[in-house]
């Protein structure tokens, strides 16, 4: 199967920003997506049902929207645009007693029990995956970065896998799950990975095995197409960009720019390593799963393996080697204060850090972290 891979401008980047939507009184999650993509569709001009909004799309679950950017040069410029999308959302979602909530999970709503959305696809899904696709009531934040050339694809898409422990660490919010403390930073990030499709990609020595690869899924019924292919990390080829999809949600744009502005650092960063003839290192696939386990465990507390050679840092001791590394990079890009913001995730906590706080603070009442992430959302 041959897959044409369109060309980008070299880091441009496009951010995907999956938003829970709940109760304002109980908390609960309400299946309303209907409604607001309605609303929003009325706001753009008045949208015909199956025309897509540009900035606002439909996700599986129906207590899930999806904030999507266009093409942007920089980071504040994706930032900007996000922070106008919430407030069109809230146009709508506000006269209703709903509210924007986004972390890696509900702290008590009950998966099983949310709608899906009632599109083939998404029926099919559901049928094929049973009790684990029921369970996909859970939200990330997937960043773009595009490469001006396919050759960089597959290199790039393994120089991110070495960074997943970094931005899942940074990212994990959702320690709780049907009401309980699971004990994990991220619980997203293994219920994700327990779908067919999901979960950390092959190594391919040359596009031509992707296509091999590809091919096979679509010839066996797997998959449809490329796009159902659910990985932590993964080359685009209709946009002409690799995506970086392991991070759990997040509560603010601020956040959510500085896990962008990380993400089109290390690609910018890895772009430039290929143009001058150098290689990315691939690490070995037992330690590519390692990582992410003790990244979704013990989140900023991760002991991670930094190379094939097994050399291990504490995750925060590694990235403020690396942002001290990306700095002259951030400032060629214009996202220097952004990427500085990583140091603020750090210092001031993850979420699933304040939400076990929020929790303690409250006597264990999750309704609590339900509305401080609403709080942090409005404050976005």
């Known amino acids: 199967m041959e897959i044409s891979f369109a060309k980008s401008e070299q880091s441009t980047l496009g951010i995907e920003w999956e938003i829970a939507l709940v109760d304002r009184e109980t908390g609960e999650m309400r299946s309303v997506a209907n409604e607001v993509l309605r ?25 899930t929207v999806e904030l999507v950017t266009g093409v942007c040069h920089t980071v504040d410029e994706a930032r900007l645009q996000l922070s106008k999308t919430l407030d069109d959302i809230r146009g709508i979602t506000d006269p209703m007693g709903v509210e924007l909530y986004c972390a890696g999970s509900h702290p008590f709503s009950e998966a099983r029990r949310q709608p899906v959305t009632d599109k083939e696809r998404y029926a099919k899904l559901i049928d094929r995956t049973q009790w684990w696709g029921q369970q996909m009531a859970i939200y990330g934040v997937h960043v773009h970065v595009g490469l001006d050339r396919r050759s960089k694809a597959l290199p790039i898409t393994d120089g991110l896998i070495n960074y997943q422990p970094h931005f899942l660490a940074l990212t994990a919010s959702s320690p709780f799950w049907g009401g309980e403390d699971t004990g994990y930073a991220s619980q997203r990030s293994l219920i994700f990975q327990q779908l067919p499709t999901a979960g950390i990609p092959y ?55 500085a ?3 990380l993400t089109q650092c290390l690609v910018h960063e890895m772009s430039t390593a290929l143009d001058n003839g150098w290689a990315i290192p691939v690490m070995p696939p037992w330690f590519r799963v390692e990582n992410k386990w003790r990244a979704a465990r013990y989140g900023l507390d991760s002991i991670i393996i930094l190379d094939k050679e097994g050399n291990e840092a504490l995750v925060t001791d590694e990235l403020y080697r690396i942002l001290d590394r990306l700095e002259p990079i951030a400032k060629e890009l214009g996202c220097s204060d952004e990427l500085a913001d990583i140091e603020r995730i750090i210092k001031g906590g993850a979420g699933y850090q304040w939400q076990r706080k929020v929790a303690a603070e409250n006597s264990g009442d999750l309704h609590a972290v339900v509305a401080d992430n609403i709080q942090r959302m409005r404050l976005a």
């Open 39 to 63: 609303g929003v569709r009325e706001q753009h001009g008045g949208l015909a049902e199956d025309q897509e909004h540009p900035h606002v799309t439909q996700e599986l679950m129906l207590n």
């Open 203 to 257: 190594h391919f020595e040359t596009w031509e095995g992707l296509e091999h690869y590809v091919g096979d899924m679509v010839h066996t019924g797997i998959i449809d197409d490329i796009s159902e292919l659910r990985w932590d990390v993964r080359p685009v080829p209709r946009f002409g960009t690799v995506e970086m999809r392991i991070c759990d949600g997040l509560s603010s744009t601020r956040d959510v720019a």
């Open 259 to 261: 896990i962008a502005a």
